[in-house]
């Protein structure tokens, strides 16, 4: 199992920008298919974003494509989120997800590591 560890996360105007990351730690010289998740207050998780674990592919929910972008990289075990662009509704808890040699998937299920969450909150 791998260990994930959010950072980055904060308060921000709309129109601004933040970047998350993600360390990882534990059984790294396994590859994890990364992914990240948020969750705004009183609704459900949702899927933002994805990154194969080979790098070769990524994926972005409708509402963040051309203003998210994901990248990782390996030799630092660690996976990013630049955000740009902010709007309120991007506000919430975002947590980072790991899947060994998964698929990128917009799935939560097919995650089974997770981080403890970074909060954002974009303000008017």
């Known amino acids: 199992q791998v260990q994930l560890v959010e950072s980055g996360g904060g308060w921000v105007q709309a129109g601004g920008s933040l970047r998350l990351s993600c360390a990882a730690s534990?059984?790294?010289?396994?590859?994890?298919?990364m992914a990240w998740f948020r969750q705004a207050p009183g609704k459900e998780r949702e899927f933002v974003s994805a990154?194969?674990?080979?790098?070769?592919?990524?994926y972005y929910a409708d509402s963040v494509k051309g203003r998210f972008s994901i990248s990782r990289d390996n030799a630092e075990n660690t996976v990013h989120l630049q955000m740009n662009s902010l709007k309120v509704e991007d506000t919430g808890v975002y947590y980072c997800?790991?899947?060994?040699?998964?698929?990128?998937?917009?799935?939560?299920?097919?995650?089974?590591?997770w981080g403890q969450g970074t909060q954002v909150t974009v303000s008017s």
């Open positions: 534990g059984r790294t010289t396994i590859r994890y298919t």
């Open positions: 997800a790991g899947a060994a040699y998964g698929a990128a998937s917009s799935r939560q299920e097919d995650y089974k590591s």
């Open positions: 990154i194969h674990w080979s790098g070769s592919s990524t």
